[in-house]
């Protein structure tokens, strides 16, 4: 990844959690859980319809039928760097579920208060309204996993609320079912972080993670999360 990013402006960083958005051909969603975590270079962003099937095992996929299914891929999420110039704020994803579209993700933004975000699609499609969730601290980072399996991970914390993405790049659904998208929260600081939110369902009945610090990590760093390890690529 370049070295040569730029930083979002401060305004921009910290939880947000979608209100609302309005498309141009009169469809409105309202019900869809949507958080946008954003750190000084990156975001993970992450979308869970409501009437998402609930599983309790990653075996369950395979029966499925075909409607329960395909709201299973209505899930998205992604990952990656954010630029801002002036107005326009766009987000170029590394990895993402179901799979990595070839539009341009871009917004004009507008802050109607420091807390209250208006989004209008570039090419006037839809407008989405953005209400911040999570403000302080907020540390990111892109890892490279050393298992040989070409994974990387984005890891974004602030306070007692993370998100993690891990998966591989340029695939499509199924092959990116392994890609995973998981909001976390702790009680307090030594207390463990729990899957609240996640593209694979059955992380959310109570599965736990280990996650590292990243207030004083550097480049270059080995971390390990969960039991697996992973180079520290860039932090921001």
């Given at each position: ?108 933004m507008r802050f109607d208060t420091p807390d209250n ?120």
């Amino acid at each position: 990844m370049s070295n040569s990013i730029s930083t979002v402006p401060k305004s921009y960083q910290g939880i947000w959690r979608r209100t609302g958005i309005f498309r141009s051909d009169g469809r409105v969603d309202l019900t869809t859980s949507v958080w946008w975590f954003q750190s000084a270079l990156f975001h993970i962003d992450l979308r869970i319809p409501q009437d998402r099937p609930r599983i309790t095992a990653p075996a369950a996929l395979a029966s499925l039928p075909p409607g329960q299914l395909a709201r299973i891929q209505a899930q998205t999420g992604f990952a990656g760097i954010t630029v801002v110039e002036a107005e326009r704020c766009e987000w170029r994803p590394e990895i993402a579920f179901p799979a990595i579209s070839d539009e341009i993700d871009a917004g004009l933004m507008r802050f109607d208060t420091p807390d209250n975000l208006h989004e209008s699609g570039i090419d006037a499609s839809y407008q989405e309204d953005w209400l911040r969730a999570g403000a302080g601290a907020i540390h990111g980072a892109r890892l490279d996993s050393l298992d040989g399996s070409g994974k990387i991970a984005y890891l974004i914390i602030s306070g007692d609320h993370a998100a993690w993405a891990c998966g591989v790049a340029d695939a499509q659904f199924p092959a990116t079912a392994g890609n995973e998208f998981s909001l976390l929260r702790r009680a307090h600081a030594t207390a463990p972080w729990r899957i609240v939110t996640s593209n694979h369902g059955w992380l959310e009945c109570g599965a736990t993670m280990t996650l590292p610090t990243l207030k004083d990590s550097q480049p270059g760093q080995l971390i390990s999360v969960d039991t697996e390890r992973w180079r520290i690529d860039k932090i921001g």
